[in-house]
């Protein structure tokens, strides 16, 4: 940064991250640009005893890589890990430079990459019966996340993140995605909307991402315009990997025009539903018994297999209702749907038990497919099961049913 921004940007204190006592594994950053001096640090950490020298040396290495060689910083550590406090740092510099006229481009600042352990190829259908959604504004809960082994990992850049931090949490995601090993765990994100989400792509599509979320999805053309990015960024980037898409339907439009937003795009793989906001459109109240929501959640169902993509059921709100929120994971596998969104790891197991097929149901889905079988080496015309007639659609339900158990962890 040279001594001209420096002026522009002098006397004022830029900044950035969490500080409290309930804080953890964050940190704090007031940064002040100067003319001369260096890097004067004033630090309080709660680690300091340990990791004071390590911070500092960070903080100053940082700064080099940012092009800040003067510049006065008051950290607030909690327990930041190095990924936390390089966001938190660059997103106090990216103020400064703002304010000076001078922004700096998304991958300024970005740590090195560490290959994750398990990284599966990302593929169009994969099982995903559960995704956990993560605030993009909160590294506590992103860094044992793969920990709870749900089958897609939602860091979250729209709903969960206050409008003033939004481009802090796009640091933050970005260098979560660089560092952190989620293990076999589908690597999620979900944008904002229009052209803000747009940009969330910038920082989050040549750093590994697997499958963006589109949220409150309204037209073919709102699916396009994301895919056409996501092409972009990936031709830039030299991208070997495919990004899928999965659009959130969350008004009556999105509802009804569902079929054109699932194959607007060769890259959508999901549709899912998110009845909050489908029933505040509405002006209704989202109920237990959901009856309210039942043609809307029919229609995303009838959409997607229309379209050979997943159908994906929206989260189950009460976390502490494990009764509750079995019951609705059997009503959404009844109305066709192969996974539910959640928005605490508790409700994983629960959704995983009751999305896989229990053993009484693959026993009798195998016996069909051993009467089929039998009855075709036979040359059979009729396939019978005890005293039931056995035909081509109960066969198929069989073979889906097994690949369902096969295909469970």
């Known amino acids: 940064m040279g001594s001209a921004e420096a002026t522009a940007a002098a006397g004022s204190l830029f900044e950035a991250g969490r500080r409290g006592a309930e804080v953890r594994s964050d940190c704090w950053v007031g940064l002040e640009l100067r003319g001369s001096g260096g890097i004067e640090l004033e630090l309080r950490s709660r680690v300091a005893v340990l990791y004071g020298d390590s911070l500092r040396v960070q903080v100053r290495e940082t700064m080099a890589a940012l092009g800040v060689p003067h510049a006065r910083i008051e950290l607030e550590d909690a327990g930041a890990l190095p990924w936390v406090l390089m966001a938190r740092l660059e997103a106090a510099v990216r103020k400064a430079r703002a304010a000076a006229g001078r922004p700096l481009c998304a991958d300024d600042g970005a740590p090195p990459a560490i290959e994750p352990s398990v990284r599966p190829v990302p593929e169009r259908v994969r099982l995903r019966r559960s995704r956990l959604y993560l605030p993009g504004n909160e590294p506590k809960f992103m860094l044992n996340a793969g920990l709870h082994r749900p089958d897609g990992l939602i860091l979250d850049l729209e709903d969960s993140v206050a409008p003033a931090v939004k481009e802090e949490a796009r640091l933050l995601v970005r260098n979560a995605l660089r560092v952190l090993d989620f293990g076999p765990a589908e690597r999620m994100v979900r944008i904002n909307q229009g052209d803000r989400g747009l940009a969330d792509l910038d920082y989050v599509v040549p750093h590994g991402v697997d499958l963006i979320l589109i949220p409150k999805v309204e037209s073919s053309e709102d699916v396009r315009c994301v895919a056409e990015r996501v092409r972009a960024l990936a031709s830039e980037h030299k991208l070997a990997r ?29 549709l899912t539903i998110g009845l909050e906001d489908f029933t505040a459109d509405l002006g209704i109240t989202r109920t237990e018994e959901g009856r309210e929501s039942f043609l809307a959640r029919s229609q995303i169902v009838l959409a997607a297999r229309s ?21 609705s994971v059997r009503e959404a596998r009844g109305l066709g749907f192969v996974g539910k969104g959640c928005i605490h790891p508790r409700q994983i197991r629960v959704i995983h038990e009751t999305f896989t097929p229990a053993p009484a149901e693959l026993e009798k889905a195998r016996r069909i497919i051993a009467a089929f079988e039998e009855a075709q080496l036979r040359d059979v015309g009729v396939v019978t099961l005890g005293s039931k007639m056995i035909d081509a659609p109960v066969v198929a339900q069989a073979f889906a049913v097994v690949r369902a158990a096969e295909a469970a962890p």
């Open 242 to 270: 495919p990004v899928f898409l999965m659009p959130i339907i969350e008004s009556a439009r999105g509802v009804l025009r569902a079929e054109d937003i699932a194959t607007a795009a060769p890259e959508v793989v999901a």
């Open 307 to 327: 379209a050979g993509v997943q159908p994906i059921d929206t989260v189950y709100s009460d976390v502490d209702n494990e009764d509750g929120l079995r019951a």
